[in-house]
């Protein structure tokens, strides 16, 4: 089955400063990739996603990179603030055939430094 | 409208005992999923419900794991004789209409049970 590798588990920028968070993933059938944010105690949230006819995707401040080839795919955040600060999830779904179903890396702590 | 709720939030039981946890989704949402996660790790997939069939259920731990929507709406997961490897948040979510490719699905709050 499917496998979500996920780096780096923790990350601590300063504000203002950029962040990027890396996945791999294992099977090539994998088709569509979103991210998540969970805040402490609270529900995950959808982000960004991108699929995987795209190369990047961006929005404001956050972006998604694909790399079928390779298999990875990164998020970027640019101008990072204090409400960044949460646990970031990267997840992949092998599609309809599979249920959509998600497989989730095993995320990173974003500490932004003010 | 509302989104994905869940209930109870809070779930104590005490090793041996059966539990119940309930999931809303969101109104007119064809499919539903569960996922497990464990303190620090990402949401795990359990099972997942197109309507009211059960047509992946190949996350399940145990036989002790059971998952319903009999009406295509709401569902309810229920673990028997309940072990402390059992200890989680326990992630409802759904998402729209049928897509080949890749839904948003929504999380539900969760329902963080602890077994003692």
């Known amino acids: 089955g499917e496998n979500v590798e996920q780096h780096p588990s923790t990350l601590s920028v300063q504000e203002g400063d950029s962040a990027v968070i890396k996945c791999t993933y294992s099977d090539s059938a994998s088709n569509y990739f979103p991210w998540y944010k969970q805040e402490l105690g609270k529900r995950p949230q959808l982000i960004i996603d991108?699929?995987?006819?795209?190369g990047e995707k961006k929005d404001q401040r956050i972006a998604v990179t694909l790399n079928k080839t390779a298999k990875h795919f990164s998020l970027h955040i640019t101008e990072t603030q204090p409400e960044d600060s949460a646990v970031y999830f990267c997840?992949?779904?092998?599609?309809?055939?599979?249920?959509?179903?998600?497989?989730f890396g095993a995320g990173t702590i974003l500490r932004v430094k003010s | 409208g509302a989104g994905v709720s869940q209930s109870p939030r809070y779930k104590v039981a005490k090793r041996g005992q059966d539990v119940a946890l309930r999931c809303d989704p969101i109104s007119g949402h064809v499919s539903l999923f569960w996922y497990q996660q464990a303190l620090g790790q990402g949401p795990e997939f359990l099972t997942y419900?197109?309507?009211?069939?059960?047509?992946?259920k190949s996350g399940l731990p145990s036989d002790r794991f059971f998952a319903e929507r009999p009406e295509g709406s709401v569902s309810t997961l229920k673990i028997q004789r309940t072990q402390q490897e059992d200890s989680a948040v326990y992630l409802c979510a759904s998402s729209s209409p049928l897509d080949r490719v890749g839904n948003e699905q929504f999380f539900g709050p969760g329902t963080r049970l602890t077994v003692l």
């Open positions: 997840a992949a779904s092998q599609g309809m055939e599979y249920g959509n179903k998600l497989v």
């Open positions: 419900f197109q309507n009211e069939a059960q047509l992946d």
């Open positions: 991108i699929r995987s006819n795209v």
